[in-house]
């Protein structure tokens, strides 16, 4: 554990990655789409980008800091909130500055340019907070934890850190009491370890063939709807596991996680609550999971939120479109 001889605050530094714009030659811009990007992963994956020639990538990201304990102690002045992209490879080093959000607001928002010249491979983003303490200035008071760092990965055709989700194929019928409970069921998710994972049941009948498949148009089309609602299941499943984890300070005010939990919770929180700030629609959704009243009437919306970010509707409307452009070649 590091010691510092000055005092810092407690709370949690945490960042997202809200949006990227490419600039290609000519200065043209264009959005990265939003699968290239993951919160739970933490990870830009630049290399899903439609144009192959970009410049340079404009991350627009939120940093929420412990403002209201930084502002409440009073040990720190000239407080600001720097966001620095890194690489080893190529010693490479980009720094930005945030600017603070409403009055109240905990988040810091701005932009951070990386020069496709400059990096090569996997870029780490941080956020520090920086401030002036006992007459000393630019004193790093906090910062993202390691491991809440986002990557920016140049090359990569998916927003994974190290590892796609953990799915495996498991026998049910043979499995522990928990999986034999649900051998009826095609899988489930286990949300207890660090990343949740998904358990597919080897017993249900042609379900990991189907998974593995590259066969016909047909399971094609099924497969892709079978995932776009597993992942569905996931978004749901990781939601309720981050709500159900919260820190509650001392006055009951319930605080986002660190972790890939608080990430979850911001991402979802504005289809859930919709029109509300983040910390009031975190306070409202734990009220009511904890028996004030209107838990149940949440859980549409804790779906809906699910199946956008699963893209689940665009998954069933390419499904449609497939199926009945089989049956007219069918039919001709």
């Known amino acids: 554990m590091r010691v510092y001889p000055y005092p810092r605050p407690n709370g949690a530094v945490t960042a997202r990655v809200t949006a990227v714009r490419l600039r290609g030659p000519g200065d043209a ?4 789409d939003a699968k290239g990007s993951s919160v739970v992963e933490r990870v830009v994956a630049l290399g899903m980008a439609e144009r192959h020639d970009w410049k340079s990538a404009r991350l627009v990201l939120t940093a929420n800091v412990p403002a209201r304990e930084i502002e409440a102690k009073g040990h720190w002045s000239d407080v600001a909130v720097v966001a620095v992209l890194t690489e080893g490879a190529t010693n490479a080093r980009t720094v930005a500055r945030l600017l603070p959000g409403p009055q ?59 590892r796609e989700l953990d799915v495996s194929k498991v026998s049910f019928a043979r499995g522990g009491d928990r999986l034999r409970s649900f051998q009826g069921a095609p899988w489930v998710l286990d949300t207890a370890g660090r990343m949740p994972a998904v358990r597919l049941n080897s017993d249900f009948e042609g379900l990991v063939a189907l998974v593995e498949s590259q066969g016909s148009t047909m399971k094609s089309i099924v497969r892709e709807v079978m995932l776009a609602q597993m992942r569905s299941d996931v978004w749901a499943a990781v939601f309720h596991t981050a709500i159900g984890d919260l820190e509650i300070e001392d006055d009951g005010t319930p605080l986002f996680p660190p972790d890939w939990r608080g990430a979850v919770l911001r991402e979802m929180l504005p289809d859930i609550v919709p029109g509300r700030p983040e910390d009031d629609a975190l306070r409202e959704v734990h009220t009511r999971r904890t028996g004030e009243g209107g838990w149940t009437d949440l859980q549409p919306r ?31």
């Open 104 to 162: 109240g607001s905990t988040d810091w928002t701005g932009e951070i340019e990386l020069d496709r010249d400059d990096y090569l491979d996997r870029a780490s983003l941080a956020v520090h907070v920086v401030a002036t303490v006992g007459g000393v200035e630019g004193r790093i008071i906090r910062s993202t934890e390691q491991d809440q760092e986002w990557m920016i990965d140049l090359t990569a055709d998916e927003p994974l850190r190290d």
């Open 302 to 332: 804790i779906q809906y939120a699910a199946a956008r970010r699963a893209e689940v509707p665009q998954a069933l409307a390419d499904a449609f479109r497939d199926i009945e452009r089989l049956e007219q070649e069918t039919n001709a």
């Open 29 to 32: 811009r264009q959005q990265l």
